[in-house]
T-cell receptor, first 110, second 113 residues
Framework: KQEVTQIPAALSVPEGENLVLNCSFT??????LQWFRQDPGKGLTSLLL?????REQTSGRLNASLDKSSGRSTLYIAASQPGDSATYLC?????????FGAGTTVTVRA | DGGITQSPKYLFRKEGQNVTLSCEQN?????MYWYRQDPGQGLRLIYY???????QKGDIAEGYSVSREKKESFPLTVTSAQKNPTAFYLC????????????FGSGTRLTVV
């Protein structure tokens, strides 16, 4: 059974600092990995999708890397802003099933 | 705009009552999913459907039922057999297999009163 772990569970940084969010998974036979953002009481918004054959994906200030062999992904958010405050979820797809980590809750202080 | 619509946003259930959560998508996706989210836990899969008139149990299907009569719709019924239904419910869709990522709705908050 796929297990997905996100560390840390919570993170508080001053505005302007770079954010580094970690995700690890136990079964490396994944099809893809997706990073989501969730605001309180809201649904999930997809940020980045990395296919298993890719090493990284970038969108604006966001960059996600994937090391499938070691079962790790990292989400980097450059020059954080208060609007980046949210919970970030990592999810991996294998055997047609998406498995989620519990998320990292980020607070960016103005 | 294409997307997933979940309704209602908030739902209150009395003990012993069945309630149905609605999920509609206009993304032309074949696959649809229901997840449950509890505080401090990852999303857990309740049911999924890869094609119309077919669906499979996920990890926590007990106390729930679904139907898939139309490609666009995948309603979830929370039955009285579900002992702890208070949670945030999320519906998602994808192309078959999920290779292009999942799209999620805005969720329904269900509370037992």
């Amino acid at each position: 059974k796929q297990e997905v772990t996100q560390i840390p569970a919570a993170l508080s940084v001053p505005e302007g600092e770079n954010l580094v969010l970690n995700c690890s998974f136990t079964d490396s036979a994944i099809y893809n990995l997706q990073w989501f953002r969730q605001d309180p009481g809201k649904g999930l918004t997809s940020l980045l999708l990395i296919q298993s054959s890719q090493r990284e994906q970038t969108s604006g200030r966001l960059n996600a890397s994937l090391d499938k062999s070691s079962g790790r992904s990292t989400l980097y958010i450059a020059a954080s802003q208060p609007g980046d405050s949210a919970t970030y979820l990592c999810a991996v797809l294998n055997d047609y099933k998406l498995s989620f980590g519990a998320g990292t809750t980020v607070t960016v202080r103005a | 705009d294409g997307g997933i619509t979940q309704s209602p946003k908030y739902l209150f259930r009395k003990e012993g009552q069945n309630v149905t959560l609605s999920c509609e998508q206009n993304l032309n996706h074949d696959a649809m999913y229901w997840y449950r989210q509890d505080p401090g836990q990852g999303l857990r899969l309740i049911y999924y459907s890869q094609i119309v008139n077919d669906f499979q149990k996920g990890d926590i299907a007990e106390g729930y039922s679904v139907s898939r009569e139309k490609k666009e719709s995948f309603p979830l019924t929370v039955t009285s057999a579900q002992k702890n239904p208070t949670a945030f419910y999320l519906c998602a869709s994808s192309v078959t297999g999920g290779g292009y990522g999942y799209t999620f709705g805005s969720g329904t908050r269900l509370t037992v009163v």
